[in-house]
């Protein structure tokens, strides 16, 4: 597997966008009040991650464009978390107003960027260097597409991961196969679609079922068709325990 290009992976963000922006219109007061998917978060304080990481990534972009790096959130993890807790309790009208001001932050950040030829070889544009995960501005944007695309779903407001496309739920395979613990070998058998596996270890276990149920569960969230299943050596088993979900510091081994 592969992860999108640039040209597939824009118009994907500005899908992604979309889709946060229109559920964000609809929400009432007590609706950012209700609970999200996420334990102990409400609405509100998923909202108010969407627009922390749609600014954090924008930062990104904005300092890789005159060939500097910063990291990821002002203040790092800590100041994100403090973010967070304080705009959780705003009202909808607030939410509304940051939400769609840090995704057309963001966007106008990635709609700028240069075209892709030759940019790997000079570095620059989608292939300049950000300090999200020590990678390039094309991991940022990926990471953008999971963010958006997977929180949308934990809002809780009729996206839930059965909406999921296939080409992201592929690239969900590739990046959170991070998680498979090292004894372990997961043969992923999407429904009507070819096996592929993940992980390296001997314990082989073959994960059936719906491709975005396979890719909710890899995400840790709740598959929502109910056609999950797991086999060893052709018996029903449990799911194999996951690993956490790959940090998003600089990593100085292979994920």
């Given at each position: 597997?592969?992860?999108?290009?640039?040209?597939?992976?824009?118009?994907?963000?500005?899908?992604?966008?979309?889709?946060?922006?229109?559920?964000?219109?609809?929400?009432?007061?007590?609706?950012v009040r209700a609970p999200s998917a996420l334990?102990?978060?409400?609405?509100?304080?998923?909202?108010?991650?969407?627009?922390?990481?749609?600014?954090?990534?924008?930062?990104?972009?904005?300092?890789?464009?005159?060939?500097?790096?910063?990291?990821?959130?002002?203040?790092?993890?800590?100041?994100?978390?403090?973010?967070?807790?304080?705009?959780?309790?705003?009202?909808?009208?607030?939410?509304?107003?940051?939400?769609?001001?840090?995704?057309?932050?963001?966007?106008?950040?990635?709609?700028?960027?240069?075209?892709?030829?030759?940019?790997?070889?000079?570095?620059?544009?989608?292939?300049?260097?950000?300090?999200?995960?020590?990678?390039?501005?094309?991991?940022?944007?990926?990471?953008?597409?999971?963010?958006?695309?997977?929180?949308?779903?934990?809002?809780?407001?009729?996206?839930?991961?059965?909406?999921?496309?296939?080409?992201?739920?592929?690239?969900?395979?590739?990046?959170?196969?991070?998680?498979?613990?090292?004894?372990?070998?997961?043969?992923?058998?999407?429904?009507?679609?070819?096996?592929?596996?993940?992980?390296?270890?001997?314990?082989?276990?073959?994960?059936?079922?719906?491709?975005?149920?396979?890719?909710?569960?890899?995400?840790?969230?709740?598959?929502?068709?109910?056609?999950?299943?797991?086999?060893?050596?052709?018996?029903?088993?449990?799911?194999?325990?996951?690993?956490?979900?790959?940090?998003?510091?600089?990593?100085?081994?292979?994920?």
């Open positions: 597997m592969t992860a999108p290009a640039p040209d597939e992976l824009l118009p994907a963000l500005h899908k992604a966008a979309a889709d946060v922006a229109a559920d964000v219109a609809r929400f009432s007061d007590e609706d334990p102990g978060w409400t609405r509100g304080h998923v909202l108010a991650h969407l627009a922390g990481i749609s600014n954090a990534m924008a930062r990104q972009l904005e300092y890789a464009a005159r060939g500097e790096t910063i990291e990821l959130y002002d203040g790092g993890m800590d100041g994100r978390n403090k973010a967070i807790d304080m705009a959780a309790g705003h009202d909808a009208a607030t939410h509304l107003a940051d939400v769609t001001a840090a995704l057309a932050r963001v966007m106008k950040a990635f709609d700028a960027l240069p075209g892709i030829k030759d940019s790997s070889a000079h570095r620059t544009g989608w292939y300049a260097p950000i300090a999200y995960r020590g990678g390039v501005v094309l991991d940022g944007g990926l990471a953008l597409w999971r963010e958006l695309v997977i929180h949308t779903s934990d809002l809780l407001a009729g996206r839930g991961p059965e909406t999921w496309s296939r080409p992201f739920c592929e690239h969900l395979f590739d990046f959170l196969a991070a998680r498979v613990q090292p004894d372990d070998r997961l043969v992923l058998q999407p429904l009507g679609l070819p096996p592929l596996s993940i992980g390296s270890g001997n314990r082989s276990t073959v994960i059936s079922g719906m491709i975005t149920d396979i890719a909710a569960w890899l995400a840790g969230r709740e598959p929502t068709l109910g056609s999950l299943r797991a086999s060893a050596a052709a018996d029903g088993v449990d799911l194999p325990t996951l690993l956490p979900w790959p940090s998003g510091t600089p990593a100085t081994t292979k994920d």
